[in-house]
Structure formats: structure tokens, C-alpha cells
């Protein structure tokens, strides 16, 4: 059983967020699924980044860590898209963190990372917020300083993939992530 910390995208808390946190504890894992806007959940993409620039990045970021602070230092730090870059970021103060788990975008630099440290990205192919080039680098980063990272790409569905909530929904990619992601977290 794992602890896991699951963080937004730029929409906010949405049903898909919550229903994954449920698909998780279904497995056996503890989840805790923060607020980090406040708010109710944007409609669309560009009204979530408007959101986001209004409660700015680092009012997010402090309340993900005030979420964190109430969980074990062993705890997965997850998250969706924008809450993958706030996962990677809490990566640099909780440095036992048992293992980040990115959906639909990057996260934590390599300054923050030990080394071991298991690290899955679950990407779609292509993803217009995550370029090839940009991945393959954050992954030569993160090996370089000998964190475990295992990328998962999805050929053909949009960004945010797993959420039945978006244009960009595959049900069969979403599917294989969401096993994809189970096995990892029953490993640890």
C-alpha cells in the first residue's frame, strides 16, 4: 500500500481527479486529493491558466506543500500535467519521497532527485505541452543523476488522455495507464 499525494492540472479539482483517487484506493493506496485553487474547477483550458495566473504559481505550490506536510516523508508525489510540475517541485524539500509519479507532463529537476529514485511519465505521442526533444532531455537529465525513470508513451490521444472529462480522451490508452500506473505503485 502506498501514500499518495495526487495533484491537479490546470483545470483544478475535477471528477477525473477525484474518480483516479478512488481508482487508487480501490487498490489498496491512500490518496489525498488537495485543492490547490480553491475554486471551482475551470471549464476549459484556457480559463484553468487563467486560474492558475490569478492564485499565481507560488500560492499553488504552498498549498500543495501544506497538503504534503500532513503525510509521510515516504509518500508518491503525483500529478496531473500542471500538478506533475508541482510534484517534481516538492521533490526538492521531501527527498524520501518514495517515488514521483508524472501524468501528462514532466516534473522535479535533477538537483532534487536521489539517486534510485523511481520516476514513471505517462505522455501522450504526440503532446503539444511536452515536445520529444524536451522529454528525451528531462530523461537524460533525471538518469544522469540515477533516478529509475521508465517513460510510457501513448501514440495518437491529446494531453490529458485519461480524462473522460476532455476532448483529448482515449479509452484504451487511459486504460493501459491506469494499469501501467497500479503495478508500479503495488511494486514499491
Do not use: K, Q
Amino acid at each position: 500500500m502506498a501514500e499518495v499525494l495526487l495533484l491537479h492540472s490546470v483545470f483544478g479539482l475535477r471528477p477525473a481527479v477525484l474518480a483516479a483517487a478512488d481508482r487508487l484506493r480501490a487498490a489498496g493506496h491512500r490518496v489525498t486529493t488537495p485543492d490547490l485553487y480553491g475554486v471551482p474547477a475551470a471549464e476549459t483550458v484556457e480559463a484553468g491558466f487563467a486560474l492558475f495566473g490569478e492564485i499565481g504559481h507560488e500560492a499553488v505550490l504552498d498549498r500543495a506543500r501544506a497538503a504534503a506536510a500532513a503525510l509521510p516523508d515516504e509518500t508518491v508525489l503525483a500529478g496531473f500535467s500542471m500538478g506533475a510540475g508541482i510534484a517534481g517541485a516538492l521533490l526538492a524539500e521531501r527527498p524520501r519521497s518514495a517515488a514521483l509519479l508524472l501524468m501528462h507532463g514532466t516534473g522535479g529537476a535533477p538537483e532534487s532527485v536521489r539517486p534510485g529514485l523511481p520516476v514513471r511519465l505517462h505522455l501522450a505521442d504526440p503532446d503539444e505541452y511536452e515536445t520529444t526533444t524536451e522529454v528525451d532531455e528531462w530523461r537524460a537529465a533525471m538518469t544522469g543523476v540515477h533516478a529509475e525513470v521508465v517513460v510510457h508513451r501513448y501514440p495518437g490521444p491529446g494531453h490529458l488522455f485519461t480524462d473522460p472529462d476532455t476532448p483529448d480522451f482515449d479509452a484504451f490508452a487511459a486504460a493501459l495507464a491506469w494499469d501501467r500506473v497500479l503495478a508500479f505503485l503495488a511494486d514499491l
